[in-house]
């Protein structure tokens, strides 16, 4: 009976892993050029006519939304403790993973997110370590182990970001933050990225046209 049981649940294991969705996430400090390259991916996978969603974080469901509004205001009364903000980005991701990401997955969509856990731990916790000991024991309760099968990280210097961010429009707060700021958020970055490798690490200074062709192929790579 036990031998049946065991080989019962891999059975449901391997049935439910066939059917599973994919999981990228895109990343990478403010002026990387990510939404142009997300933008490339989406036509190519709606093109060719993926099961695709496009999501982003803090974000992705009306009521992350809401926290989203609230956690990138630029309202200057508005001044989160650090854990604060790191609460509501968790809960921010807490709805998103339940209500979106979690039932995508399970019915076998490629989810494409614009940021995910690895901003969190570059842009709030990078060279603080109880903060990181603090995010990730809230995110266990939250998400446990759940991570994304690749994420794309454009790289690039701060100097040259802030370059491309002075010809934006909307700039947000973090935007306007300075470049020890974002050279300490790259800092996190790449050292998440010598320490897992689902995450890709590109430079963000080629050419946009050579840079999307090798995300493709990344990406072509790991639905095969
Ligand atoms: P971004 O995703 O670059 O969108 P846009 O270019 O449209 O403004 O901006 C979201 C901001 O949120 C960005 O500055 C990084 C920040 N952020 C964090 O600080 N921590 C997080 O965990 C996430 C998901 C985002």
């Not at 990510?34 to 991916?41: R, W």
């Amino acid at each position: 009976k036990k031998y049946l049981l065991h080989w019962a649940s891999l059975f449901l294991a391997v049935m439910q892993n066939k059917g599973r969705g994919t999981f990228i996430s895109f990343e990478g400090i403010d002026g990387s050029g990510k939404s142009t390259q997300i933008e490339l991916i989406k036509k190519y996978l709606l093109k060719n006519k993926k099961k695709v969603l496009f999501t982003r974080e803090p974000g992705g469901t009306f009521e992350a939304e809401l926290i989203r509004k609230l956690i990138l205001s630029k309202n200057k009364k508005i001044n989160l403790d650090n854990k604060t903000e790191i609460l509501l980005l968790l809960a921010a991701r807490h709805e998103h993973y339940k209500k979106l990401i979690e039932p995508a997955i399970r019915n076998g969509t490629i989810i494409i997110c614009d940021r995910f856990i690895d901003s969190t731990l570059a842009y709030q916790c990078a060279g603080n370590n109880e903060l990181k000991k603090f995010y990730f024991q809230i995110s266990k309760l939250l998400i446990n182990k759940f991570e994304p099968d690749l994420t794309i990280l454009l790289d690039i210097s701060p100097i040259k970001a802030l370059e491309r961010i002075n010809e934006r429009k909307n700039k947000n707060k973090y935007d306007n933050k300075n470049l020890s700021f974002f050279s300490n958020v790259r800092k996190g970055y790449n050292e998440l990225a010598k320490n897992n490798s689902r995450i890709q690490k590109l430079n963000a200074l080629n050419d946009k046209n050579i840079l999307a062709e090798k995300i493709r192929k990344l990406i072509i790579n790991l639905l095969k």
